[in-house]
């Protein structure tokens, strides 16, 4: 039977068709495997195998790591200039004399670390162990930013009731009778540990009453947003709100109201840890609230204030 030259020309097509196919998908897999296995075929001389002793416990990492955060002890001990004189073992092992757990927890971090992701060492939950991390992060010379958290760039954005915005939406001023309002910064905390420096005044009367805190980002304003089921903070009269509503112990946490016009007080969201802080500058006093992420206030979090009486004012100290 005579072939049709059509019909042979289509099969050739097709053949071909899935040739180019089979090749295209061999050369995406290719490039998949690639990309998966480039960060373990690193050659030894472009980034080597640092070796380590800590507290007699042997590491291992990759210069790069080490470094990857600059002038900290650990990333100077890989210099030319400090390589030699650093503190070796017998058997040439970079020697630091500390908790070898601690270590661990920091190495497994900065494996990890990019200055485009990550901002904030995590910390240990245990406080005990928090406090000697701090410690050990200082010693290697972290910034303490990287430690107890950024101190973040801030205004203030929505309001609600008698509240005016004056310096750049840096300072919030009740402007009204004695009637509540709310302000709120326009950043939104998911992660990390943040830190917003606020200054507090009143002109006519020593003692300062107005509200700090978050609120859910999603929360609707409202003149009393110190009673919105997401908002947590600090208001006068040693009343600390928990979920929208005055803790039934007064001066919870230690909470003594000891805010005063002219004091510049700093407001903490861990969100790693799910709390809050704040610190009197001049009283040296720090007050924790643990945040109920789940029932109370999701993240993310926003900047909550709430003013009441007239010429009440707060400015937010941004960074220079």
């Not at 020697?95 to 901002?119: G, V, Y």
């Not at 910034?143 to 801030?154: A, K, Y």
């Not at 009453?209 to 859910?216: L, S, V, Y």
């Amino acid at each position: 039977m005579t072939s049709n030259p059509v019909q042979k020309t289509n099969e050739t097509t097709d053949n071909k068709d899935v040739v180019v196919s089979n090749d295209t998908s061999t050369q995406s897999s290719s490039k998949v495997q690639t990309k998966l296995m480039s960060r373990f075929c690193i050659s030894i001389d472009d980034d080597p195998i640092i070796l380590l002793n800590i507290g007699g416990i042997h590491m291992s990492t990759r210069r790069s790591t080490l470094m990857c955060i600059p002038n900290t002890v650990l990333a100077l001990a890989c210099t030319n200039s400090w390589s030699e004189k650093i503190t070796h073992d017998n058997d040439g092992r970079l020697f630091f004399d500390c908790d070898p757990n601690l270590f661990q927890f920091l190495l497994n971090q900065l494996r990890e670390w990019s200055s485009s992701t990550r901002k904030v060492f995590e910390l240990p939950r245990n406080e005990y162990d928090r406090q000697r991390f701090r410690l050990l992060c200082y010693q290697f010379n972290f910034h303490r930013d990287l430690i107890d958290g950024i101190h973040r760039h801030e205004k203030f954005h929505k309001l609600c009731g008698h509240i005016l915005l004056d310096e750049h939406s840096s300072v919030a001023i009740h402007a009204g009778n004695y009637r509540y309002g709310e302000c709120r910064g326009i950043n939104v905390y998911s992660s990390g540990i943040n830190r917003i420096i606020l200054r507090l005044k009143h002109d006519s009367m020593e003692q300062y009453n107005t509200f700090i805190g978050i609120i859910w980002s999603s929360t609707p304003m409202q003149e009393r947003s110190f009673e919105s089921p997401t908002a947590y903070g600090w208001a006068g009269g040693k009343q600390v709100y928990l979920r929208g509503i005055p803790s039934c112990i007064q001066g919870y946490g230690g909470y003594d109201s000891d805010m005063c016009t002219n004091d510049t007080i700093e407001l903490i969201l861990n969100c790693q840890l799910s709390f809050i802080s704040i610190l009197n500058h001049r009283t040296k006093k720090l007050y924790q609230i643990p945040i109920d992420t789940r029932e109370g206030c999701p993240f993310p979090w926003q900047l909550h204030i709430n003013l009441c009486e007239p010429d009440d004012r707060v400015k937010i100290v941004n960074p220079t």
